[in-house]
């Protein structure tokens, strides 16, 4: 109730890189949002170098004297910053064994609670003053990175050393812990005969560590954005939980094919379909994408029969990039992907009204799943598209619900 009353004041204050836990935003949009700055450094000519964050116990730390400053900066209200604080004050624990034994009472001094619904909602709140910096900062929670992309190494590293300072001592302020043995550097470019030139990124005297991909939010991003390192992960794992599948029934026991079904998107395809969107678009990794999708055919198609029925496509919306934007014109990108069958179409509303003109579509292909997948490019000249207040596709199907995905221009950086 509490969440519910206090989510429209506090979404309305929180800058717009920070995505953690608000409504309509995930990590997919933070990783995209990441990789398409990177590959906008690309088309610049110019190198991209990204620190990613590590908080110690960030939830843990929260200054509850800070805390209740800046919500009485947030909220109005102050009975219900006093009632929220009341809830976080005189918490205590104690620590048992398995053998029985128990350490004294103690009494939390800092903190939020781990596992309420609120939580969330209090750390963003805590940290939605992070300073301004020359780096553009993407953050989910407490997964926090900075990406800055310059034309040569000094300027990028100059960049990046100044913007962990202020950070830092941001972080220092407000008695949060920045983890150094854990934040990592990381450059991306095209350049081969720098592949193996290390970014000098230092907090306290201290260079941190360089990985060629690290991850952020899950998907592993190396120096060229192949992904082709993370799919061969993501394939592994899909291949372990197939096995797992198909001890759930032969072709004469077992699991009904609903059962299968069900654990199958469960398991399998929330795993496969992780952040498509990012990768989905990398030519070197269809390979591995289409070995992963056998794989899923193996376990899906081959335990039984199983009538997939009607499936709706999964709909990612790609904006225009600020190179694109620069030269006049918006091209967007609608992939729907994992339809079934073939008859779905894709149609594009711009304000609301249909629109036809300026639109080229591809035809369907048969996955290895058994399903199918297209894509429509729409393109605008660089002034409708800042002034249409919102761009929509949608996969429609005689007898079905719609599917539809939107952007709005004001939500989408140049």
Known sequence: MIHSRIEPVVDSQLPREQAGFRRG??????????CQDIEDSFQNNEKAGVVYLDLTAAYDTVWHRGLHLKLLRTIPDRHMVKFIMETLSNRSFILQT???QCSRLRRLKNGVPQGSVLSPMLFNVYIHDLPDTVSRKYGYADDLAIML????????EEGLNEDMGTLVAYLRRWRLQLSVGKTV?????????????????HVDNKCLEVQQAPKYLGVRLDRTLSFKQHLEEVKAKVTSRVALIRRLAGTTWGASA????????????????????????????IKVVVGTLTVINCCVFRLGSIDVGVVQPTLSLLPPSRVELEQGRATLLCLATGGFPSDWKLGWK????????????????????????RSSALTLPADQWRKAGSVSCEASRSGQTPVTQTLNPDQCSE
């Open 25 to 34: 935003r995930s990590t997919a949009d933070q990783v995209t949002l990441l």
């Open 98 to 100: 398995s053998s029985g």
């Open 149 to 156: 992309s310059r034309p040569t190494w000094k300027a990028m």
């Open 185 to 201: 550097a990381a450059a991306y470019h095209l350049s081969t005969r720098e592949a193996r030139r290390e970014l000098q990124v």
């Open 258 to 285: 609903k059962t299968l079904r069900i654990s199958t998107q469960a398991l399998v395809f929330s795993a496969a379909e992780y952040c498509a969107p990012v990768w989905s678009r990398s030519p070197p990794a």
């Open 350 to 373: 711009v304000g609301g009204s249909s629109r036809s003109a300026g639109v080229s579509d591809s035809p369907g292909v048969l996955g290895k799943d058994g399903t199918y997948s």
